[in-house]
């Protein structure tokens, strides 16, 4: 017969057990990434928008200088036809390429994606992106092809 654990039972049971139980209560078990594509993304950001995407809004929006305080564009960094590496202006490190097209693995992490809208859009818009917006310079992003 099986005895009920106590608060203590993890730690006298080894520490890989303890460091599961651990785990799985600060829900680790969740995957760190939620894997998807291009599409998936844009469908999913059509969908929270509730309106069509628009590939001439997502241009016009990735090439406008919001008149921020460094008088960034998106384009500015990633290049006007993000197809080519780009430069970040600041740190002046290399960016893959932004289209899908030409670099395969963007926009294939939600998590990541959405960590860049906002950090990039707070750059540059000076506020977080709607769904629209997202929608708009994605669906512009998979106009480019090899």
Same mark, same amino acid.
């Given at each position: 017969?099986?005895?009920?654990?106590?608060?203590?039972?993890?730690?006298?049971?080894?520490?890989?057990?303890?460091?599961?139980?651990?785990?799985?209560?600060?829900?680790?078990?969740?995957?760190?990434?939620?894997?998807?594509?291009?599409?998936?993304?844009?469908?999913?950001?059509v969908?929270?928008?509730?309106?069509?995407?628009?590939?001439?809004?997502?241009?016009?929006?990735?090439?406008?200088?919001?008149?921020?305080?460094?008088?960034?564009? $998106?384009?500015? $960094?990633?290049?006007?036809?993000?197809?080519?590496?780009?430069?970040?202006?600041?740190?002046?490190?290399?960016i893959?390429?932004?289209?899908?097209?030409?670099?395969?693995?963007?926009?294939?992490?939600?998590?990541?994606?959405?960590?860049?809208?906002?950090?990039? $859009?707070?750059?540059?818009?000076?506020?977080? $992106?709607?769904?629209?917006?997202?929608?708009?310079v994605?669906?512009?992003?998979?106009?480019?092809?090899?």
């Amino acid at each position: 017969m099986n005895k009920p654990l106590h608060p203590g039972a993890f730690s006298r049971r080894g520490p890989a057990l303890g460091a599961l139980a651990m785990a799985l209560a600060a829900g680790a078990w969740m995957p760190a990434a939620v894997a998807a594509t291009p599409d998936e993304l844009l469908a999913a950001y059509v969908a929270q928008a509730k309106q069509p995407a628009s590939a001439e809004r997502g241009q016009k929006l990735f090439t406008t200088n919001f008149g921020r305080d460094l008088g960034f564009s $998106c384009s500015s $960094c990633h290049g006007a036809e993000p197809v080519k590496l780009g430069r970040d202006q600041v740190t002046e490190k290399s960016i893959q390429p932004l289209a899908p097209a030409f670099n395969p693995v963007r926009f294939t992490d939600k998590t990541k994606t959405d960590t860049w809208f906002r950090l990039n $859009c707070r750059d540059v818009v000076g506020r977080d $992106c709607t769904a629209a917006e997202k929608a708009d310079v994605l669906s512009w992003l998979l106009t480019f092809k090899r």
